[in-house]
């Protein structure tokens, strides 16, 4: 019997009737997934695809004990796990300081913060640029962190800075 003419709703009837476990018509990727399991289980259970008749279920000798916990646990093995770290929504959350902190160290700042995250510079801008592109107004950023200045840009940047008299009150 050669598999890859037959239609694919007939090889997933095939496959459920060899098949220890039933299988639905999502639950192969392709056809030649389908094909490959279908050849793997007549293999295992010396099945000959090429007898004519359709293939029939061999018979059982034992039956499989299956314990009723793992039936159980089907249903929470499905549910949604949480996405991510959370690196993206704390980066968008610094990038809204009006500070406007440069991206390298709002990169810096999320790694601090949150174990296992990997933020760069680069994927702090996208962050920004993402933001712009939906309509969000992201504070503007400094060239550089006055820590990473040479004299010259630290002058520049005090030149902007008014002293303030202290009040007496």
Known sequence: MKLEAIPTKELLALHNRIADKPAGPKTFATRTKLVARIEQIAADK??????????????????????????????????????????????????M?????????????????????????????????????????????RKHHPADMDEEQSAEALSTVRVVEPSDG
Do not use: C
């Open 46 to 95: 010396n099945i000959d695809l090429a007898a004519p008749g359709q293939p029939k279920k061999p018979k059982v000798t034992e039956k499989r004990a299956q314990p009723k916990a793992e039936v159980a646990e089907a249903p929470e093995a499905t549910e949604k796990k949480p996405r991510g770290l959370g690196v993206g929504a704390l980066a968008r959350a610094i990038l």
């Open 97 to 141: 300081d009006p500070t406007g902190f440069p991206h390298a160290l709002v990169a810096e700042m999320v790694n601090a913060q949150i174990e296992g995250a990997a933020a760069t510079a680069k994927s702090v801008r996208w962050y920004a640029n993402d933001m712009r592109k939906k309509g969000v107004e992201v504070p503007p950023r």
